[in-house]
Structures are given as C-alpha cells and as structure tokens.
T-cell receptor
Framework: DAGVIQSPRHEVTEMGQEVTLRCKPI?????LFWYRQTMMRGLELLIY????????DSGMPEDRFSAKMPNASFSTLKIQPSEPRDSAVYFC?????????????FGPGTRLTVL | AQSVAQPEDQVNVAEGNPLTVKCTYS??????LFWYVQYPNRGLQFLLK??????LVKGSYGFEAEFNKSQTSFHLKKPSALVSDSALYFC??????????FGAGTRLTVKP
C-alpha cells in the first residue's frame, strides 16, 4: 500500500491567491483528517470526515478555509484567499472504521508558504 | 474536553541508556491513548496505543508505554536508546466520539 498520498509536497504562493491541497487516503479507510502543524501552535485538527461526511469542522480557522471529500478516495483543503499566517505544514491522515480507538496514518504533508 | 500534556520540550539521553518520554492526560471518561513519532520532513508515524486491558503496551521499534490510571499518565519508554530514535514524539488522547488531541511534542535526542 502506498500510504496516504498528499500533493503538492511544497507550495509557495502569494498572499491573496487560492491554494488547493489534495489528499488520497489509504484504500478502505473510512475516516479522513486534516491537520495543520506550526511551531507556535503545534498540531491542530482542522476537520475530519467519516464515510465522506464532514463530522467536525470546528477547527477550521476561518471561512477562507474549506474542505471537501467528494468520494472515498479523494479530499481537498482549499484556502481562498491565502494569507501569510496560513504558512504551515498541512497533514492529511486516514484511519480504518470510525471508532475512536483506531490509529491514524499520516501523509508526508504539504509545506505551504504564503508570501 | 480531553487534553494531553507533555511536560518536557526536550529529552536528551546517551545511546544505550533507557529513555522515558512523559505524557499525562485529562479525560472525563475512558481514554484511548496513542504515541506517534515524527522524523524530520515526514508525517507522524503510529507507535502504539492503549485501549483497554494490560496496562503495559508494546509497540514498534522496541518502544513500550505504561498506562497508569491513578496518575493519569502514559509514559513512553525504551530500555536501550538508539541514535536513530532521535525524533519528535507526540502523545495523543481521544475519548469516544471526540477528536484526537495531540500534545505539544517532545524532542528526543540520543547522543552516541
């Protein structure tokens, strides 16, 4: 299995531009999570999906952030418009089933730099 | 709401010595506890978890952790550290139907 796949691995953009991050979870996994990691705030959960349905998006910082999961094998996290304070590493993770005790498998992350 | 604390930002040990990375948690019900490791420029990797049963949990790469309900702790341990164990370690807790909360992380450095 290729694991969780994220693209792009690095993204450099200018303030005000739209950014789309992509994630392909492990085949057969029912839950998908988007996290943001910064030195100041550590690892923060932004949103998670169970069976393609958003369950909790309380971690999404602002309306500029949106996430979709149109099918079981693909999810996107969009920032529009982007701001310098959005610079961070964004991780996608997936887990099998929807139970709270299932471990999550993380992708390699997308390092976003907003100039 | 559940929370987890890692009281040490940094832990330094010599190769071959035992290591401990500390974690304490706070939940209102029964906790599910996890340890993850992050190597530079990589995503987090699952090490081990406690769900129920035996308080001593064994995981990947020779790591183990002990669940202590009275002290609300879940410390990560390894009998003999390797230089390659140097990484960032995260403790996490999850209650039923709630999201997973990660600690701030502890940077482990193992010196030759």
């Amino acid at each position: 299995d290729a694991g969780v796949i994220q693209s792009p691995r690095h993204e450099v953009t200018e303030m005000g531009q739209e950014v789309t991050l992509r994630c392909k979870p492990i085949s057969g996994h029912n839950s998908l999570f988007w996290y943001r990691q910064t030195m100041m705030r550590g690892l923060e959960l932004l949103i998670y999906f169970n069976n393609n349905v958003p369950i909790d998006d309380s971690g999404m910082p602002e309306d500029r952030f949106s996430a979709k999961m149109p099918n079981a094998s693909f999810s996107t996290l969009k920032i529009q418009p982007s701001e310098p304070r959005d610079s961070a590493v964004y991780f996608c993770a997936s887990s099998s089933g929807t139970s709270s005790y299932n471990e999550q498998f993380f992708g390699p992350g997308t390092r976003l730099t907003v100039l | 709401a559940q929370s987890v604390a890692q009281p040490e930002d940094q832990v330094n040990v010599a190769e071959g010595n035992p290591l401990t990375v500390k974690c304490t948690y706070s939940v209102s019900g029964n906790p599910y506890l996890f340890w993850y490791v992050q190597y530079p420029n990589r995503g987090l990797q699952f090490l081990l978890k406690y769900i129920t049963g035996d308080n001593l949990v064994k995981g990947s790469y020779g790591f183990e952790a002990e669940f202590n309900k009275s002290q609300t702790s879940f410390h990560l341990k390894k009998p003999s550290a390797l230089v390659s164990d140097s990484a960032l370690y995260f403790c996490a807790v999850r209650e039923s139907n709630n999201d997973m909360r990660f600690g701030a992380g502890t940077r482990l450095t193992v010196k030759p």
